[in-house]
């Protein structure tokens, strides 16, 4: 079974710099997708970036970037530039290509809460 | 834009009373889930279902039933609340396209079973 793990349970990062999030995932599949969610005080699930297993570039969405190492089944979210709306509970999710019976589910680690300070 | 919209964003049950949490979604999508979040847990698969009356448990089905009588309606039932069914239920749709990986969520229902 695949599992994925969040080993940072709070993060702080001061206002205008960077910080990484950690995740490692275990899976024995070859083909998969991983994703990063965000989810402020509201508690809506808000799709932050997708990397694809198959791609060897690393994803970008503007501020937010991964670091895929396949190999190492590692995939760290850095978010450059903090801002305060930022601030937020942020999940890491794996995705198999399709399950057995064509069908998939996400599993999700245990969130990282990130404090970004003024 | 995708909307997947759950019923309630605050219910407070009995213990032992029957409870229905209701999901829709408008995009057709054949996937949908249940989710069940907890500090410390994060989000932990209750049941799916990948078409109109099919459904498959999840990693915590124990206490929890679902009804997919319509493509667009996702049920969770909890048969005979507990307290220690007091949680935040996510409800999530994807699609079988496969140019959309992710998942899209509901704004959540707190649930408080005194």
């Known amino acids: 079974a695949q599992t994925v793990t969040q080993s940072q349970p709070e993060m702080s990062v001061q206002e205008a710099e960077t910080v990484t999030l950690s995740c490692t995932y275990d899976?024995?599949?070859?083909?998969?997708?991983l994703f990063w969610y965000k989810q402020p005080p509201s508690r809506q699930m808000i799709l932050v970036i997708r990397?694809?297993?198959?791609?060897?570039q690393n994803a970008t969405e503007n501020r937010f970037s991964v670091n895929f190492q396949k190999a190492a089944k590692s995939f760290s979210l850095k978010i450059s530039d903090s801002q305060l709306g930022d601030a937020a509970m942020y999940f890491c999710?794996?995705?198999?290509?399709?399950?057995?019976?064509?069908?998939?589910?996400?599993?999700f680690g245990t969130g990282t809460r990130l404090k970004v300070l003024a | 834009d995708v909307k997947v919209t759950q019923s309630s964003r605050y219910l407070v049950k009995r213990t032992g009373e029957k409870v229905f949490l209701e999901c829709v979604q408008d995009?057709?999508?054949?996937?949908m889930f249940w989710y069940r979040q907890d500090p410390g847990l994060g989000l932990r698969l209750i049941y799916f279902?990948?078409?109109?009356?099919?459904?498959e448990k999840g990693d915590i089905p124990e206490g929890y039933s679902v009804s997919r009588e319509k493509k667009e309606r996702f049920s969770l039932i909890l048969e005979s609340a507990s307290t220690n069914q007091t949680s935040m239920y996510l409800c999530?749709?994807?699609?079988?396209?496969?140019?959309?990986?992710?998942?899209?969520f509901g704004q959540g229902t707190r649930l408080t079973v005194v």
């Open positions: 999530a749709s994807s699609p079988w396209d496969p140019l959309i990986t992710e998942a899209f």
């Open positions: 899976t024995s599949e070859s083909d998969y997708y």
């Open positions: 990397q694809e297993a198959y791609k060897q």
């Open positions: 999710a794996y995705r198999s290509a399709r399950g057995t019976s064509g069908t998939y589910k996400y599993i």
């Open positions: 995009m057709d999508h054949e996937n």
């Open positions: 279902s990948y078409d109109v009356k099919m459904k």
